[in-house]
């Protein structure tokens, strides 16, 4: 089974990029269809990316869409979310998710494995 790590969060102020990187290992990210979601305070976790095995579709939440871009490499065996004109609201902690279903998937009861999350903080 894959292990994932997550790293890449911090403080950064409103407006400014940060890219996460998702390091897999034990297993390709090739043979899972890979994701991205997050958890704010008191909040529920959510969807934010998602990329399938062959890497030609993605998908993304509508709050993310056109400011965040999902990609990954497979000969470094890594999944990244590049993330540009960064909000307050997109404040949370970033997770990174494994998947052995099909399709652009975003619902977290289909990812079976998970990296241990990284803090974003975007200050106004």
């Known amino acids: 089974q894959v292990q994932l790590l997550e790293s890449g969060g911090g403080l950064v102020q409103a407006g400014g990029s940060l890219r996460l990187s998702c390091a897999a290992s034990g297993d390709s990210v090739s043979t899972y269809t890979m994701g991205w979601f997050r958890q704010a305070p008191g909040k529920e976790r959510s969807f934010v990316a998602s990329?399938?095995?062959?890497?030609?579709?993605?998908r993304y939440s509508d709050s993310v869409k056109g400011r965040f871009d999902i990609s990954k490499n497979s000969a470094e065996n890594a999944v990244y979310l590049q993330m540009n004109s960064l909000k307050p609201e997109d404040t949370a902690v970033y997770y990174c998710?494994?998947?052995?279903?099909?399709?652009?998937?975003?619902?977290?009861?289909?990812?079976?494995?998970w990296g241990q999350g990284t803090q974003v903080t975007v200050s106004s």
């Open positions: 990329i399938t095995r062959n890497g030609f579709i993605l």
């Open positions: 998710a494994a998947s052995t279903r099909y399709g652009t998937i975003y619902r977290d009861s289909d990812y079976s494995y």
